[in-house]
């Protein structure tokens, strides 16, 4: 028989969001896989490190933070591949997903290439949402009010439009594109009620009115936006 894929969701990156079930797979793991950026050191091998055994088996996916879509499914069509020979060898395979697998997650990729000829059993992860909300100190949503995610990336004029008509939102993915977003948000007169987190949960977290964010931001940064005044009263 062959063996079980698991794509664990590490949540943000204090080793002690990791749930339970996440910590006891990775523990009991002979076989983990998980992708690092351009040859570097992965992040969500550094939030596990002392789970993992000194015995299990290492699968490096190293993924490329290019525009071009093609180098990433490369790597992923070969990270696929290598996961694939140890689950047809009767092994589970435990990969590790930064946040929540389903959430922007990198395991969505493996899913996708994997799911029908494997059984996959997902294990949720904390957001970077709700760590960002939560580490602001900034209640997002109640009763029926709505809760927007949108990327960086996206145009300005797109970005405009969504923020413009959206409630509560939460921009991820900010790194290179945050003065494009404070301008966006600035010139639609919010900027007072917009913070700025980055590496939260992290020893290095910043929690910032976005008025008094940096000029540069890091990839795992985010801009949390709620209009009018105490929404959750």
């Not at 028989?1 to 006891?24: E, F, I, K, N, Q």
Request: hydrophobic share 45%.
């Amino acid at each position: 028989m062959s063996g079980t894929l698991y794509g664990v969701g590490l949540g943000p990156g204090a080793p002690d969001l990791v749930t339970l079930r996440a910590a006891r797979l990775i523990g009991a793991a002979t076989v983990v896989a998980y992708p690092t950026l351009a040859g570097g050191d992965s992040f969500a091998r550094e939030i596990v490190k002392d789970l993992i055994d000194p015995s299990t088996h290492e699968i490096v996916m190293d993924v490329p933070m290019t525009i071009e879509r093609a180098p990433a499914q490369a790597a992923y069509d070969i990270g696929a591949a290598s996961i694939a020979s140890f689950l047809n060898e009767g092994h589970d395979v435990v990969c590790l997903c930064e946040g929540d697998p389903f959430f922007y997650g990198s395991f969505m990729y493996l899913f996708a290439r994997l799911k029908d000829q494997f059984q996959v059993e997902i294990v949720p992860g904390v957001t970077s949402v709700t760590a960002c909300a939560a580490t602001a100190g900034m209640p997002l949503v109640a009763r029926n009010e709505r809760l927007t995610v949108l990327p960086g990336p996206l145009p300005q004029d797109e970005l405009r439009v969504r923020i413009e008509g959206a409630e509560s939102v939460a921009i991820m993915k900010v790194g290179r594109h945050l003065a494009k977003l404070r301008d966006v948000i600035e010139d639609l007169g919010l900027i007072e009620q917009a913070v700025y987190v980055e590496r939260a949960t992290l020893t290095s977290e910043k929690v910032l009115p976005l008025s008094q964010a940096p000029d540069k931001a890091p990839y795992f940064s985010m801009i949390l936006l709620t209009k009018g005044t105490d929404p959750w009263l």
